[in-house]
């Protein structure tokens, strides 16, 4: 259990491979040197069938609705999306966000979950009597941003894939019915949980005592985590 070195597999979506793990894995490699981590990028539910049949050591998915099934998880952060458009686009205006009868109005470019009956992005507009104009999907959130960069429609993603690089375009907070969603880290039962593993679980959820997440682990506690932060707050922890 407390080797410094070995391996370290992730699986998890694009997103958070891309905008959230890369300063979190920055420290675990410099307190454990010898330690390899490999990523493998997937979809929600590809990444916790990975974790299943133990390809992956833990899976970093998002949900918004309940706790994901399949192993031990752990709450890491609270985030929002974003409809994001072009400068000099309609929406891109002073003082209003645009309202969920407004977004169905124009075609949308959104996460391939969403195409699924059961999301809540389309149980948002499904909700009010509205029907989403999904125009394009993709896994990949820097593919979002470069059909909205083309004029092809809104894009509807994740706070954290929207930063300083994309000046050129205009990120409002998305409608109050479209759900705020939880990162959750998900580690499987009943296997030996490495030291490095768990300081990147606790890396990515500094508000959980590293005691108490090793207790549940192991079987010794019962699961009663905090309330996660939001991701605007954990960003100013796990900078590199």
Same mark, same amino acid.
Request: hydrophobic share 40%; proline share 7%; glycine share 8%.
């Given at each position: 259990?407390? #080797? ?5 597999? +992730? ?5 958070? &491979? ?6 979190? +894995? ?21 990444? /916790? ?22 192993? +031990? ?60 104009? %999904?125009? %394009? ?5 820097? %593919? ?11 894009? /509807? ?14 990120? @409002? ?10 990162? @959750?880290?998900?580690?499987?039962? #009943? ?5 490095? &593993? ?18 549940? +682990? ?6 009663? @985590?905090?309330?996660?932060?939001? @991701?605007?707050? /954990? ?6």
């Amino acid at each position: 259990r407390r #080797e410094s070195h070995g391996q370290l597999t +992730i699986t998890t979506t694009h997103t958070q &491979a891309r905008f959230v793990l890369p300063p979190a +894995i920055a420290r675990i490699k410099r307190e454990f040197p010898q330690v390899s981590v490999h990523l493998q990028q997937s979809t929600e539910g590809a990444a /916790l069938d990975l974790l299943g049949s133990g390809e992956a050591d833990m899976a970093v998915v998002s949900t918004a609705g309940s706790e994901p099934q399949g192993g +031990i998880a752990v709450p890491l952060y609270r985030w929002k999306r974003l409809a994001l458009v072009p400068r000099g686009h309609e929406l891109d205006r002073a003082g209003r966000a645009p309202e969920l009868e407004e977004l169905s109005r124009y075609p949308l470019i959104s996460y391939e979950s969403s195409v699924r009956p059961e999301s809540s992005l389309r149980r948002a507009f499904t909700g009010k009597g509205l029907e989403p104009d %999904l125009a %394009l999907t993709a896994l990949d959130a820097d %593919l979002i941003k470069t059909y909205v960069r083309a004029g092809l429609g809104v894009g /509807l993603l994740a706070e954290m894939a929207v930063g300083i690089g994309d000046s050129d375009l205009r990120g @409002w907070p998305a409608p109050k019915e479209i759900s705020e969603c939880i990162a @959750w880290a998900v580690l499987p039962r #009943e296997r030996v949980l490495r030291d490095y &593993a768990l300081e990147l679980v606790n890396v990515l959820a500094p508000q959980i005592d590293k005691r108490d997440l090793r207790r549940v +682990i192991d079987g010794n506690q019962e699961a009663d @985590w905090p309330e996660p932060p939001t @991701w605007e707050s /954990l960003t100013q922890t796990i900078s590199i």
